[in-house]
């Protein structure tokens, strides 16, 4: 696995796989329905452009506010799981390679 591998996102607290954390922007409002068939990170840079974020400049925004990347050497356990699904995040990585 690569170390720089997005295995999740850090938002508002808690820790998602890609999936969960689309359905929780698209449960708050913050991302059309149509997001569910896009690829995460081009959902992310539409809604941070339309929120005024530089997504890409982490130290300008908190995680309460907009999602924060985390990578794959970032997990700290092998178990470590989404906060919603419960997926472990590496094994939700694999299922992602697949999905690309």
């Known amino acids: 696995m690569n170390s720089h591998q997005i295995v999740a996102y850090t938002y508002q607290a808690d820790i998602y796989c890609p999936t969960c954390l689309i359905e929780k922007m698209i449960f708050k409002g913050e991302a059309s329905p149509a997001a569910r068939n896009m690829v995460e990170e081009n959902v992310l840079d539409q809604c941070a ?43 939700r990585t694999l299922w992602r390679n697949l999905r690309s």
């Open 49 to 91: 452009d339309a929120q005024g974020i530089d997504r890409y400049d982490e130290t300008t925004f908190d995680s309460d506010d907009f999602p924060k990347v985390v990578f794959a050497d970032q997990v700290e356990t092998p178990n470590e799981t989404c906060s919603s699904c419960g997926w472990e995040l590496r094994d």
